[in-house]
């Protein structure tokens, strides 16, 4: 009984522990994957100012980029030749292109709106955000 109480209580640790690892801190490697129309997953924690690693694959039928806005920008309603210039950092992808990216993440903490600036695609769901935590949070 008590041997069969305390695996449960260590599967329920391990689960806790796992999940902690997908949601919690900041981390400087990322895959994800770009399909017509979403970036999965679509949020990505990381410190600011640190050097951060993507791997992207692209599983889709189109060209498709990954957009990060200026902090305290956004595209609006769509991402226009306007919105280029508050562009912080930005990969195209062309279909079945698989990359490996790196970028400094911003030195301001905040949340960072994410998109596939071709025509109509932010509007089918190709958005995301970026949440950048200040150093100390760092564990
Ligand atoms: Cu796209």
């Not at 690892?21 to 400087?28: F, M």
């Amino acid at each position: 009984m008590v041997n069969k109480r305390s695996f449960i209580i260590l599967i329920l640790i391990l689960m806790l522990a796992l999940s902690a690892c997908e949601n919690g801190g900041p981390s400087t490697k990322f895959s994800f994957t770009i399909t017509d129309f979403a970036f999965t997953p679509n949020e990505f924690t990381v410190t600011a100012g640190q050097q951060i690693t993507l791997n992207v694959t692209h599983d889709g039928t189109m060209e498709h980029n990954f957009i990060v806005m200026n902090y305290g920008t956004d595209a609006g309603d769509m991402f226009d030749e306007a919105d280029q210039a508050n562009v912080f950092w930005e990969v195209s992808l062309q279909p079945g292109e698989s990359k490996t990216v790196v970028f400094t993440a911003p030195e301001q903490p905040g949340t960072y709106q994410i998109l596939c600036g071709m025509p109509g695609h932010m509007q089918s769901g190709m958005l995301g955000k970026l949440i950048v935590t200040e150093p100390t949070a760092q564990k």
